[in-house]
Nanobody
């Protein structure tokens, strides 16, 4: 079974930075599209960024220019570098994996990011 474990969340001041990591226990990591989602209190879960094995990337408009998604296929690890953080970025951030050969989405348990002064 696919296992995803996020880390790196925490409390940061507005304008600060954090790096989230997602360690994936996946047979062949390069066969999965990886993404970061987030869910703020009272709001629906939204896609933050997605990256394919070949490096194609998409971001939600609100984080463009501030967040950078990356992956290390050799380490089966997904990253999200978050800069210039805003209070609106406060949410639980979830790692997601989607196989090229299936319709299933796999989720981690999430890591809390709180941006507050």
């Amino acid at each position: 079974q696919v296992q995803l474990v996020e880390s790196g969340g925490g409390l940061v001041q507005p304008g600060g930075s954090l790096r989230l990591s997602c360690a994936a226990s996946i047979n062949i990591f390069s066969l999965y599209i990886m993404g970061w989602y987030r869910q703020a209190p009272g709001k629906q879960r939204e896609l933050v960024a997605v990256i394919t094995s070949g490096g194609s990337i998409n971001y939600v408009d609100s984080v463009k220019g501030r967040f950078t998604i990356s992956r290390d296929n050799a380490k089966s690890t997904l990253y999200l570098h978050m800069n210039s953080l805003k209070p609106e970025d406060t949410a639980v951030y979830y790692c997601n994996a989607h196989s090229y050969f299936g319709s299933e989405h796999y989720w981690g348990l999430g890591t809390q990011v709180t941006v507050s002064s």
